[in-house]
């Protein structure tokens, strides 16, 4: 009984790691690239961008990507059985991943981790402008889109109630996905990476084109989640904002702890 | 040995103050001749309490309770129980503008436009999370120690109600700002009672005084959470205190602790001191957790609105274990039959927990019956001495951690880069294999300990000094236990299994034979208490004991 | 003497516990004449403040400054609230506004109770006291007279003799609370069935789907692959009265697919539109919001209590407590591209109820 048990007990590390989810992850980034080229075609954000970049800078992200992409995602961005297509995915796609460390990935797992960005930013920029002059895609959003401090907190706030929250949590924390899956903390991320990441639904999330959430209102997005971290919690130390469990557990460990130390302390007999 | 030690005689301070002049005395004559006030302090002024700090987790429970009165009273002042629909327009930006019921509305005001009111609301919010823990932490130690045996079986149920009606409270005041999270909360509970067979769909109506979410609950859960649950608390609060004093305290077993005496000190002055100086102690840590760390930040959440939800929607620690156990059921648990729908999804939780709440309070009772011991006891086992009952609190206690901790399966996934697949799939095993496992590694620990007891007794502690003998013998020196230490070790009630025996008509009944199975069960494993015999041959062999002569001689000297 | 169930006869040694209050059955408890005996209490130690009287003053320092200190602590949390207001519109004063009136109240508490304590431990005399116990029961006389109180009560009143009194009066008592039962019936409002309400939704035919919350129609061109839409019912969001209660049974979750993922049973082929599909978002579980769309997986997932949905099979459960599928909200597409119900969920929307077969 106690082997079973210990088997059972160790079952969910390992699938987090070497479950058929390699291949899932591996399917779900080749369908999300697709999805974004389609939306990219039918967004008003779907700008041509290569007339924005010099042949130079093209030229730049082309022996970078053939050095550090293409094998995954193939010599000339058509998708292998280890990567998806980038044709089409635009330069927010780009900026995006490669922007968060996201891309390269280290390893396979359920998917793509943000970690240490692995290059400059004009190199990321010569990226995305290679990617974007294969086909039209998502655009890097312009500056004024991306001000926080034009933007409505409130109705910031109650957008991502309705569109974010259920995912990110309200105070956006991060929350449990489906197997091994999850939908990351956004504090402290760049409003243009916010904003790219509504653009082209990175990994599982979906896609917010400007007909669902438009351009304003993902200002407004921006704007909430800036308030937020530029605000610290009114009511002191958030404990990670995690809700009802990190404060049953701080009252059960910190709180009853003290008070126990202390009936310890009073009980004891005096020196 | 004496059982009756009184060392100072009661009452006497008291009377020779009121003789002597000054405002006190003429004032407590005043008192006196009104109410008769001499008398009470007569008999509880000098009343003993026994001193150890697992005595004082009640007084947390107690103390936190005072507290939320407090703080909750300070609310009550700012707080609207409507539901009416307005448009907010207080200090908090992201919010401006968005319509929300008053009853946010005004807890709004209560953190941003109050000076001190979010200090309140989070006084009152951890002294809530800290009331039920304390009465938690204060139940599992009247269990594991046996506290709730006779006299006290009634007691021990008073309390188990008072649990669950702190827990009552609990729900009630986390549903009262109307806020995302809270609910989404009471929208499960719609759901919930909504499953139960027959009465739910009619039941759910009638709560919320209509269609879910309505316009009625919050201002019914406000007069449960402030006027209705508080008062039956107070009420059973002073019963349970009433007992306490009538019963006097249990005390540990120790030398010179009999089953009729009480040791310890006297409520006036030491004992005033140490528990009136606890409370501003408890107090003053939940006002410092208060001012520094955050409690439902109900600004993050918005108001309720049933179509927004947020990542790790959970409910306050102590209705965790519930959630948990709606998390674990597989899926499918629902058939329809005859035209009408069993959500066995809900029923079986509700089964269940309910199953495992009543046992728990009717424990006292069935370990009476299984023991057949009808005398009082008022030394308190130590958990090992009773091994049986203390596997069966740690299978009880495990149980009660998987579901606790399934209500989190969601956080435990993201926070240790599990599937929350893996994490439901191995709760669902420890829910069911953890609880008999850990029965049987606390009843085998209990024994053990029991054996190291009796080995301490009757060898004394190894010392860790080899000497060698005249003989060239290589033998350990055994620090032997001290008279005092070893009455400690001994002082247990020990029970053999129940031998069936013809009642008068020559027959034995079914419940006898179902209470001599448990009885067995309970105490087919046992380890006797280390008698006089057994030392005096123990120590007549050893080299390094001390004679009994000499104890006997120090018990006579007393 | 006490006789236990085993049939042994034996006398409680001097000290065992339970012995003396009363003769009372032990029943399967060992009773041995041969247990150790209790060497009754240790010698008392002395305190260092007992023994120091520098240590005594220093100790009597302590508590005083303790006091004192609590002063000030209370001080500062009056001139904390002076000193710190809120101010609007900054949540950082309302941070300061709870830390610092905090602080100098936990002081003013923490050092009044340290400095009790304190007090109680090293100042006041620490010889413990011993108190006798006597048995919870009453004696002998007190019961007895208490029996015969009730008795003599019984005999003047006739209670026990004047059956029919008696049996009228309890038969009263247990009817009386009845008419309470019957004023509970308005909680809730006497002119709905709520089987009824359950069983509809504002969804109809041809209502438009709109965005929440601001109630702005949905072209189905608009709707791109890999989006998820939150929609409500035209019309809801100028609602004056029963709006959230309309709204947590015709919340939806719009979204579009590539059409070759879409498995689709026959007599739903025409519910969706070109891939776009559109799901009640209220968990079939409890009626949490199923509202965490993956978009390559197709799964919806609940965060209250994980149930997952295949959106590809019509939302069929494949994880968790939940039994049926999410109610799927046929749609189509009117004159002017707008998606529109093509009726109101064909069973109702949320969680499990008695009456639903």
Known sequence: MTTIKKTRAHRPSKTGRRHPLASVALIAIGLLFTGGAYAAFSTSTAVATTDASSQQTIAEGEKLFAANCATCHGLSAQGSTEGPSLIGVGAASVDFQVGTGRMPMQMQGPQAQKKPVQFTSEQIAALAAYVASLAPGPAIPAAELLDAAAGDAANGAELFRINCAMCHNVAGAGGALTEGKFAPAIENVSAQHIYEAMITGPQNMPVFNDMNITPEDKRDIITYLKYVEDNPSPGGLALGSLGPVAEGLFIWIFGLGAIVALTVWITAKSN | ?558 | MVKDDNGAEDVTAADSPGDSLAPIAASTAVVTRDSLVNPGFPPHRPRITDLDHKEERKAERAVYTLFYVSIVGSVFAIAAYMAFPIVPEDPGSVRLNNLFIGLGLSLALLAIGIGAVHWGKALMSDHEGVDERHPVRGTEPVRARAVEIFQQANEESGFGRRTLIRNSLIGALVVFPLPAVVLFRGLGPMDQNPVDLLNETMWKKGVRLTMDPSGTPIKASDVTLGSSFHVIPEGLSEMEHGRLEEKAKAAVLLIRMDPADLVESEERKTWSYQGIVAYSKICTHVGCPVALYEQHTHHLLCPCHQSQFDVENHCKVIFGPAKRALPQLPIAVDAEGYLIAQSDFTEPVGPSFWERA
């Open chain 2, 1 to 558: 040995m004496t059982t009756v030690n009184t060392r100072e005689s009661a009452g006497d301070q008291t009377v020779g103050a009121k003789k002597t002049g000054g405002f006190t005395a003429t004032a407590a004559n005043y008192i006196d001749e009104r109410t008769s006030i001499s008398g009470a302090v007569k008999e509880l002024g000098r009343k003993i309490f026994p001193d150890h700090w697992s005595f004082l987790l009640g007084e947390v429970a107690l103390y936190s309770f005072v507290i939320i009165l407090l703080s909750g009273s300070f609310l009550t002042f700012f707080f609207q129980a409507s539901m009416a629909e307005v448009v907010y327009d207080g200090s908090y930006a992201p919010l401006k503008g968005i319509p929300m019921s008053v009853a946010m509305s005004s807890t709004m005001d209560i953190s941003f436009d109050i000076r001190g009111g979010l200090l309140m609301r989070q006084v009152h919010h951890w002294a809530a999370l800290l009331f039920v823990a304390a009465i938690g932490l204060h139940m599992l130690r009247i269990y594991f120690t046996g506290a709730f045996r006779k006299p006290r079986e009634l007691n021990w149920v008073i309390g188990f109600i008072l649990f669950i009606l702190a827990m009552a409270e609990g729900f009630t005041g986390y549903s009262l700002p109307d806020d995302l999270l809270s609910g989404n909360g009471l929208r499960i509970i719609d759901g919930l009672v909504k499953g139960i067979p027959v009465i739910g769909t009619w039941t759910s109506f009638l709560l919320f005084g209509g269609e879910f979410p309505g316009t009625d609950i919050v201002g019914r859960l406000y007069s449960l959470h402030i006027l209705l649950l508080p008062a039956i608390i107070v009420a059973l609060i002073a019963m349970h205190l009433l007992f306490v004093v009538v019963h006097k305290h249990t005390q540990y077993p120790a030398a010179g602790h009999t089953n009729q005496n009480v040791v310890g000190y006297p409520v006036l002055p030491v004992y005033a001191a140490k528990a009136g100086g606890f409370f501003f102690i408890v107090f003053g840590v939940v006002m410092l957790i208060a001012s520094l760390f955050t409690i439902n930040p109900i600004w993050n959440y918005g108001p309720y609105d049933p179509s927004p939800v947020s990542a790790g929607t959970q409910p306050d620690w102590y209705i965790g274990f519930a959630d948990g156990a709606m998390r674990l059921i597989p899926p499918g648990w629902e058939v329809v039959w005859l035209n009408h729908t069993y959500s066995l999804n809900i029923v079986v939780v509700l089964a269940v927990v309910g199953l495992f709440i009543v046992t728990v309070m009717v424990y006292p009772f069935i370990e009476a019956w299984i023991t057949g011991d009808k005398r009082e006891h008022h030394v308190l086992d130590r958990p090992r001495n009773a091994p049986t009952r203390t596997a069966i609190g740690a299978a009880g206690v495990t149980f009660y951690a998987s579901l606790w901790a399934a209500a989190s399966s969601d956080i435990m996934a993201t926070h240790f880069h599990l599937t929350m697949e893996g994490v439901i799939h191995t709760l669902q095993a420890t829910t069911l294999l953890g609880p008999i496992l850990a029965f049987f590694i606390a009843k085998r620990v209990c024994l053990a300990l029991q054996k190291k007891d009796r080995e301490i007794v009757l060898h004394g502690y190894e010392s860790g000094r080899i000497v060698r003998l005249p003989g060239g013998e290589f033998v350990e020196v055994h620090q032997p236990v001290d008279e005092y230490e070893r009455w400690k070790l001994v002082s247990y009630s020990d029970f053999k299994p129940l031998m069936l025996r013809p009642n008068a008509q020559g027959k034995i009944g079914p419940a006898e034979k179902v209470r001599a199975g448990l009885s067995r069960w309970f105490f087919e494993d046992r380890i006797t208490p280390v008698t006089q015999t057994e030392l005096n041959r123990a120590h007549g062999d050893h080299p390094s004991a001390i004679t009994d002569q000499e104890h006997q001689s120090a018990i006579t000297d007393k």
